[in-house]
């Protein structure tokens, strides 16, 4: 499974960006998927996660009404649409997949196995 992430970029306070990520390999299309973030400094934490058939969704309570998660099991993506951007959203966005969701979603303790490589949103003030 590889993971390719894109739709980083430089966006202003209030704007919008839309990430995407393209997974290869059919198994994805029933695994979780989700996205993670790294701002300098930081630990990596978790944004957001949706499930293999796109019924459940999580989201950190800092981008929860402005970020929306979203796949498309046809193409074997998975996209993030982030509005109302804020300059502490900052970071490296990663996505990743793997079979269980309660580990992708954070809800229980594993292995998160296949992660992409990162594409770096700024917001400035």
């Known amino acids: 499974v590889q993971l390719q992430a894109s739709g980083g970029g430089l966006a202003q306070a209030g704007g919008s960006l839309r990430l995407s990520c393209a997974a290869s390999g059919r198994a994805v299309s029933n695994y979780a998927m989700g996205w993670f973030r790294q701002a300098p400094g930081k630990e990596r934490e978790f944004v957001a996660a949706i499930s293999a058939s796109g019924d459940s969704t999580l989201y950190e309570d800092s981008v929860k009404g402005r970020f929306t998660v979203s796949r498309d099991n046809a193409k074997i993506t998975v996209n993030l649409q982030m509005n109302s951007l804020k300059p502490e959203d900052t970071a490296v966005y990663y996505c990743?997949?793997?079979?269980?969701?309660?580990?992708?979603?954070?809800?229980?303790?594993?292995?998160?196995?296949?992660w992409g490589q990162g594409t770096l949103v700024t917001v400035s003030s």
């Open positions: 990743a997949t793997g079979p269980s969701y309660p580990i992708i979603a954070g809800q229980a303790r594993g292995v998160i196995p296949y």
